[in-house]
């Protein structure tokens, strides 16, 4: 049998020969974030992913001109996008436009897992400047966001 044609789910959100990473190797600010990379094979446009973030943790804020489609699939949370928070939970469907900052944030109850799907040749991301992050911090729903772990 070979193994890269159906890789079994494992329990914990893990499926077969596929390794979990660190979600960034960089320095940008995020907390308890793991990544798997499910479907990415040299010669696909784009790659599918699961990340998982632990309770009360959160991904980077950040925007680039790369999109994500994202399939909540574990838990629950909220997502900034633009200038709105949302309310999330298992099997929502959430996309993140061009250039639109965005970060996403797990319960504190439960894990957030989510697929998403990005292209594979992409732009890194941006990270907001203390203007930009000062203006973001105006609208009080963002602001309440973003302080839910300080
Ligand atoms: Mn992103």
């Not at 890194?124 to 609208?139: D, H, K, N, S, Y």
């Amino acid at each position: 049998m070979n193994s890269r044609i159906v890789r079994k789910a494992l329990a914990g959100f893990r499926w077969q020969d596929v390794d979990v990473l660190a979600y960034k190797a960089d320095a940008a600010p995020f907390r308890d974030v793991t990544r798997q990379v499910l479907f990415g094979d040299a010669g696909q446009a784009s790659q599918l992913r699961y990340f998982e973030v632990a309770p009360n943790g959160h991904t980077t804020l950040e925007r680039h001109a790369h999109t994500h489609a994202v399939m909540i699939l574990r838990g629950a949370g909220r997502c900034l996008v633009g200038d709105a928070v949302f309310a999330i939970e298992t099997f929502d469907l959430v996309t993140v436009p061009p250039l639109t900052w965005h970060q996403f944030r797990a319960s504190i109850e439960s894990p957030l897992g989510f697929l998403c799907i990005v292209d594979a040749d992409r732009d890194r991301p941006q990270l907001p400047t203390p203007v930009e992050l000062r203006q973001m911090r105006e609208l009080p729903a963002i602001r309440a966001f973003l302080e839910a772990d300080s």
